[in-house]
């Protein structure tokens, strides 16, 4: 981003007036733009207050809302009026291995070396957090562990097999691209691990400008384009001309 009268692009956005902070943040300006995915949020609340169980999968394309979804889900749960204990992993980096995968988790495994003979393999972890408080776990961007690779499905293997074991006691609810999910799926058919599917639809165009003009609203700036109009265009002729082209 170019800032008026500067010969260098701005390098933090904490250089900007506060106003366009707010209206460039990631968060939904309002989350009745999102409304439609948003209101799968209440399966995993309803999740969490009956006790039941339950592991979601949350797929989407790239840009089309997953972390902002996870967002509005943390603060849903943070919101009522016994909140539950939420843990959120974002993977980062390319799991390729069972130990990988099990020291993504090892942060959370609170339990470990409570005399059940600290056995590191993915089974115990998941009798572990069966044990332990209840708890909602994200885990975020797991195509990080769905490889195209020999062998490339042994992380994601042995988060599956942590999941299954603790799914008595923890809400797990885990992130994918659209491509990770059907690879998974492909290659898994045998595992029905999720219990919802939560898919988030792409914006269209009435979306995305409802949010473009929901954003603008909340920093105070009305938005024109008449600068960016060519009053000696004729229009007409350009349709024309584009119509015989095609």
């Known amino acids: 981003r170019q800032a008026p009268g500067l010969s260098q692009p701005v390098s933090s956005v904490n250089e900007l007036a506060p106003a366009l902070r707010e209206a460039l943040s990631e968060q939904p300006a309002n989350v009745d733009a999102l409304i439609g995915p948003l209101l799968d949020l209440d399966q995993v609340v309803d999740a969490v207050q009956s006790n039941a169980t339950a592991a979601f999968a ?6 089309v809302g997953k972390s902002t979804w996870i967002g509005a889900l ?42 059940d003979g600290d056995d590191d393999g993915a089974a115990a ?5 069966a044990r332990g408080p209840r708890r909602v776990i994200i885990l975020d961007d797991v195509g990080c562990c769905v490889l195209k690779a020999m062998d490339g499905m ?27 999910y059907r690879r998974m799926k492909q290659l898994r058919l045998e595992r029905d691990l999720f219990t919802h599917v939560v898919q988030l639809r792409e914006w269209d165009e009435q979306r995305i400008g409802a949010l473009i003009y929901d954003r603008m609203e909340r920093a105070g700036v009305t938005p024109h384009f008449d600068d960016l109009i060519d ?8 349709f024309a001309e584009a119509t015989r082209v095609a």
């Open 58 to 63: 949350i797929v989407g394309a790239a840009g």
């Open 231 to 238: 009053p000696d265009l004729d229009l007409a002729d350009s």
């Open 154 to 180: 042994v992380g994601f293997d042995t988060l599956a097999t942590v999941i299954a074991r603790s799914l008595s006691n923890v809400v797990w609810v885990l992130t994918f691209s659209d491509h990770a």
């Open 125 to 129: 972890m998941g009798d572990r957090f």
């Open 74 to 115: 943390h603060a849903r749960l943070a919101a009522l009026e016994t909140p539950p204990q939420v843990d959120c992993i974002r993977i980062t980096h390319r799991i390729h291995d069972a130990d990988s995968a099990l020291a993504l988790l090892a942060p959370l495994d609170a339990l470990r070396g409570d005399g």
